[in-house]
């Protein structure tokens, strides 16, 4: 099959997965997320983590992964270089904050925000001649900016630069109610959420906003006019309480939508589970209002391949399997000794796929390449 596109981890969160989910998402930021990414300063501690969530990125299928890192320079940069390591198309962003009070050694002042983005992205550009990292245009670029802790000129320094360079933005939009209004109280002049990465030249068709289940009509009108892509994290938005997001309501707006685990709100890094709790999430939704159209397993599993794809505007190169595109494919053995999936005769490929994708597991997935590159099973040095 064709490889999976995840298009929010916060790599930096993996050492708590499957714990910590006890909390609303701004407390939940500040009791876990902020005291934990704090220590990615240490190298050695950095280094730990980052193999162990490529690792297990990379074994759980997706071929493509956008990864959130911190706002330590060296230690994103080691994020990229693991990735590299492992044979991952990744796409690593440098987070930038600015603003951060219940945290205060975890930010940076302005000047040290631009200061180390301009020095991540020309250790970058340097390894352009001899690592696949930058093979891809250096769409592995990315800017990472949360509107409540980035001061408006900060989100304004990091619009020029993304848009001067043509780099890819990752951030998060409208997860929980209590995020939206402070948003508003922060950035009192602008219309909506929405309305702050927009009057900071933050949504382009290189943006990817993870979440966005609170996102208004008129917002996701913006989101389509601006090629902007939200990524979806169904994991994430029950297990922290933030809410469900319809996804048909998106997709009927034709606003480009992929899926995300957002580990460490999510508790699974595997693509298999977002697109599970996408169709839970659709589901509950439906129960809720018996109009509302749910979505089938065709549908999420196009989003969790092309629909990434296009998200990344990496269509033209990964997604599916049209001649010409790079090969990004999982081999897939649904009868894998003691594994999870059971066949009965008379079973056809539609069936035996649905059946992976409800019931199979990482035991499934045998080999995976990267542009034509076996990275799995992953070697043991």
């Known amino acids: 099959m064709p490889g999976m596109v995840d298009t929010h981890i916060h790599a930096s969160q993996y050492s708590y997965t ?3 989910l006890d909390l609303p998402l701004l407390e939940w930021l500040n009791t876990y997320t902020f005291p934990v990414e704090a ?7 950095a280094n730990n983590v980052y193999t162990k969530v490529v690792r297990r990125t990379v074994k759980n299928g997706p071929t493509t992964a956008c990864y959130f890192a911190t706002i330590h320079t060296d230690a994103s940069l080691l994020l990229g270089e693991l990735a590299d390591k492992f044979g991952q198309r990744a796409l690593v962003g440098k987070v930038c904050m600015d603003s951060n009070s219940a945290v205060p050694q975890y930010k940076e002042s302005p000047s040290e925000c631009k200061e180390e983005t301009d020095h991540f992205i020309k250790e970058l550009l340097k390894k352009e001649v001899n690592n696949r990292l930058c093979k ?35 951030s998060r939009i409208s997860e929980n109610e209590e995020e939206v209004e402070l948003v508003k109280t922060l950035f009192p002049s602008c219309k909506s959420y929405t309305d702050v990465y927009l009057m900071h030249n933050l949504l382009t068709d290189r943006t990817v906003m993870a979440h966005g ?13 601006t090629g902007s892509a939200i990524s979806h994290c169904p994991n994430s938005n029950i297990s922290v309480c933030s809410g469900m997001l319809n996804v048909r309501n998106v997709l009927n707006h034709r606003v480009k939508l992929c899926l995300g685990t957002d580990v460490a709100g999510g508790y699974s890094p595997s693509m298999l589970d977002a697109m599970r709790r996408t169709l ?13 159209k749910t979505l089938s397993f065709e549908e999420v599993f196009r989003l ?19 001649v010409g595109k790079d090969f990004d494919a999982l081999r897939v053995n649904v009868c894998v000794p003691d594994g999870p999936i059971d ?3 008379g079973e056809g490929p539609k069936v035996i796929l649905e059946k992976f994708l409800n019931l199979g597991d990482d035991r499934n997935i045998t080999e995976v390449y990267v542009a034509g590159r076996r990275v799995v099973p992953v070697p043991d040095t």
């Open 39 to 45: 220590k990615y300063k240490d190298l050695e501690f």
């Open 213 to 225: 289940c609170h996102l208004t009509d008129e917002e996701l009108e913006i989101f389509r006019e």
């Open 304 to 322: 969790a391949t092309l629909g990434g794809s296009e998200a990344l505007s990496l269509d033209d190169q990964i997604g599916n399997f049209v």
């Open 280 to 292: 839970d999430t659709s589901k509950t939704l439906t129960i809720q209002d018996p109009q509302h």
């Open 343 to 345: 066949l009965f005769p």
């Open 18 to 20: 499957g714990t910590a």
């Open 136 to 170: 891809y245009e250096n769409k592995n670029i990315l800017s990472d900016c949360f509107a409540p802790s980035c001061s408006s000129s900060l989100l304004s320094e990091l619009g020029e630069i993304a848009n001067k360079n043509k780099f890819h933005i990752q």
